[in-house]
């Protein structure tokens, strides 16, 4: 199966400032990556999928790039509302895997 | 408004079976694949399980092959998964989640909210 490596495992930052979290496979996945937000207590969130991919109702700061193995998601300035959990996901081959995640934390 | 409820969890003894359900509105829930996706306390995400338009094709991770059945009721717009031999290992929340469009993604949007399942003596 394709493991996928997130790190950081946490990531502390203020609010306005820039994220940027790394995905990498253990194998190729293509562009066949997509990232969720989670937040405590609620349902996991698509924000890209296909690597590059906003998915509907998603705000502008959040980007994703990356093929092959390497691959990131950035917030470009962080809102309050964004300090979460991100998880990588890939579907190039099965079993679907999920990245271990990051964690964005209020510094 | 998209909505998956999520229900049926609780605590089961080692052994035991549970069947949780998903109710979802606002599609047509006929036209998407749909899928499980577990994370155990203080892990990451799992899936599960997923399962065709017409339940005619389901597949599902190898740690629960013959021990969870996914099915679906399209008239009553439900997502079912059925736990058997379950194991301290299976604790966990378990969230439903449609395709992002009909045909085959493997892009889970959305989700419900997820119901935790415990297996415990």
């Known amino acids: 199966e394709i493991v996928l490596t997130q790190s950081p495992v946490t990531l502390s930052l203020s609010p306005g400032e820039r994220a940027t979290l790394s995905c990498r496979a253990s194998?190729?996945?293509?562009?066949?990556l997509a990232w969720y937000q989670h937040k405590p207590g609620q349902a996991p969130r698509l924000l890209i999928y296909d690597a590059s991919n906003r998915a509907t109702g998603i705000p502008a700061r959040f980007s994703g790039s990356g093929s092959g193995a390497d691959f990131t998601l950035t917030i470009s300035s962080l809102e309050p509302e964004d300090f979460a959990v991100y998880y990588c996901?890939?579907?190039?081959?099965?079993?679907?895997?999920f990245g271990g995640g990051t964690k964005v934390e209020i510094k | 408004e998209v909505q998956l409820v999520e229900s049926g969890g609780g605590l089961v003894q080692p052994g035991g079976s549970l069947r949780l359900s998903c109710a979802a509105s606002g599609f047509i829930f006929s036209n998407y694949w749909m899928t499980w996706v577990r994370q155990a306390p203080g892990k990451g995400l799992e899936w599960v399980a997923k399962i065709k338009q017409d339940g005619s094709e389901k597949y599902y991770v190898d740690s629960v092959k013959g021990r969870f059945t996914i099915s679906r009721d399209n008239a009553k717009y439900s997502l079912y998964l059925q736990m058997s031999s379950l194991r301290a290992e299976d604790t966990a929340m378990y969230y439903c989640?449609?395709?992002?469009?009909?045909?085959?993604?493997?892009?889970?949007?959305?989700w419900g909210q997820g119901t935790l399942v415990t297996v415990s003596s």
């Open positions: 194998q190729s996945v293509r562009s066949f």
């Open positions: 996901q890939q579907r190039s081959k099965w079993p679907l895997t």
């Open positions: 989640a449609r395709d992002r469009i009909q045909l085959w993604s493997d892009w889970f949007d959305p």
